[in-house]
């Protein structure tokens, strides 16, 4: 199983706030290290969604935001859109197992 | 544009090896960390090796320790992964990914490439 927890699956009406969240340990996002969120459409390559806890690349929209307290962070999506539809993982670095670790993935509904 | 273009997966017996390629174009390749990341059909991502800009150190997951070997061309613009004893828990498609030089993340990702082990 998946270094970082979160829900299988979040849902919403269109215009709706939804939240994921991404829970660690003292070993990852505990220990200081930050998270980055990747969006994933079926059949696609992951892409980079969040980096730095908090901050978005490049055509990312601003219904987009990142937060973290503690052992864990959420992934906010604001004004929720039929294309927002997609698999969001989040990821951060493990000291005890030196290496990256993901989460386990949350597919995110458009009801 | 940064691209990266992964080659080499295919169907594999119980045991066998195989080697990834990862193409890379549109940035200086040798000034970049470059990761494998592969994702089970079905499931989530799973971090598998990352190695360095001049090829050492390199780090893997405890779930390929001993059998995989990360390696990369800086001439080439290319990175590798053998891979050996497969299993069928290997079973993935396997993306290249680059790591963003000064954090823990990784900015750009092939388009993967399909590892098949089954008898």
């Known amino acids: 199983q998946s270094v970082l927890t979160q829900p299988p699956s979040v849902s919403g009406a269109p215009g709706q706030r939804v939240t994921i969240s991404c829970t660690g340990s003292?070993?990852?996002?505990?220990?200081?290290?930050?998270v980055h969120w990747y969006r994933q459409v079926p059949g696609k390559a992951p892409k980079l969604f969040i980096y730095?806890?908090?901050n978005r690349p490049s055509g990312v929209p601003d219904r987009f935001s990142g937060s973290k307290s503690g052992t864990s962070a959420s992934l906010a999506i604001s004004g929720l859109q039929a294309d927002d539809e997609a698999d969001y993982y989040c990821?951060?670095?493990?000291?005890?197992?030196?290496?990256?670790?993901f989460g386990s993935g949350t597919k995110v509904t458009v009801l | 544009e940064v691209q990266l273009l992964e080659s080499g997966g295919g169907l594999v017996q119980p045991g066998g090896s195989l080697r990834l390629s990862c193409a890379a174009s549109?940035?200086?390749?040798?000034?970049?960390?470059m990761s494998w990341v592969r994702q089970a059909p079905g499931k989530g991502l799973e971090w598998v090796s990352i190695?360095?800009?001049?090829?050492?150190?390199?780090y893997y997951a405890d779930s390929v320790k001993g059998r995989f070997t990360i390696s990369r061309d800086n001439s080439k613009n290319t990175l590798y992964l053998q891979m050996n004893s497969l299993r069928v828990e290997d079973t993935a498609m396997y993306y290249c990914?680059?790591?963003?030089?000064?954090?823990?993340?990784?900015?750009?990702w092939g388009q993967g490439t399909l590892v098949t082990v089954s008898s």
């Open positions: 990914a680059r790591k963003y030089t000064g954090s823990y993340h990784f900015d750009h």
């Open positions: 549109g940035f200086t390749f040798s000034t970049s960390a």
């Open positions: 190695v360095a800009t001049i090829g050492d150190p390199t």
């Open positions: 003292n070993s990852n996002i505990g220990a200081d290290y930050n």
């Open positions: 730095g806890n908090n």
């Open positions: 990821q951060s670095y493990d000291s005890s197992l030196r290496g990256y670790v």
